[in-house]
């Protein structure tokens, strides 16, 4: 079993910043991507930012330029930091992790519990 543990949600005024963590742990043979998606009062979950292994990294429009994803191979940690920020990032935000569990096994999606950002204008 795998567990996503994030944290760094909290309250900010518009034009602040946050850095979200996300822990993962458990039985774990590698990661392949992990990601950060949110969910905002009555819409669908959107991906916000993705970094594979590798450090390749995608984003969504809406937080090109503001928001840097970065990950922490040796810890399997992944970060969110969030400049700029704006009422409409306001959100639950989820971790979530692809992780094989044994050399040549299969692939699970995980998922942490959310943390919630809120930005005040």
């Known amino acids: 079993q795998v567990q996503l543990v994030e944290s760094g949600g909290g309250l900010v005024q518009a034009g602040g910043s946050l850095r979200l963590s996300c822990a993962a742990s458990?039985?774990?043979?590698?990661?392949?991507?992990m990601r950060w998606y949110r969910q905002a009062p009555g819409k669908q979950r959107d991906l916000v930012a993705g970094?594979?292994?590798?450090?390749?990294?995608n984003y969504a429009d809406s937080v090109k330029g503001r928001f840097t994803i970065s990950r922490d191979n040796a810890n399997n940690t992944v970060y969110l930091q969030m400049n700029s920020l704006k009422p409409e990032d306001t959100a639950v935000y989820y971790c979530n992790a692809v992780v094989r569990v044994a050399p040549r096994g299969y692939e699970y999606s995980y998922w942490g519990q959310g943390t919630q950002v809120t930005v005040s204008s």
């Open positions: 458990g039985s774990i043979f590698s990661i392949l991507v």
């Open positions: 970094i594979t292994s590798g450090g390749s990294t």
